[in-house]
């Protein structure tokens, strides 16, 4: 890794970004996973979108608040 990804939209380029989820140059592999299931949901029905929303909303995630 010669220098940081930067900031996306700032000005500053080079550093570690301040991402508490990912890192992009560690993590840059899961875009094609998430690029993937994207599109599946994308191609779902409205009933079908809105059930999976629903329950990811109402289901106990608050352990990814804090992360």
């Known amino acids: 890794e ?3 990804p930067g900031e996306i939209l700032g000005t500053q380029q080079t550093g570690i970004a301040n ?3 990912a ?3 560690r993590d840059g592999y899961l875009m094609n996973q ?3 299931y ?3 949901f ?3 029905d409205e009933n079908q979108q809105q059930s999976l929303i629903t329950r ?3 289901d106990d995630k608050t352990q990814y608040v804090n992360t």
């Open 34 to 36: 998430v690029r993937y």
């Open 2 to 4: 010669l220098r940081g």
């Open 56 to 58: 990811w909303i109402t």
């Open 38 to 40: 994207s599109e599946q």
């Open 42 to 44: 994308l191609n779902l």
């Open 23 to 25: 890192n992009i140059v």
């Open 19 to 21: 991402m508490k989820i």
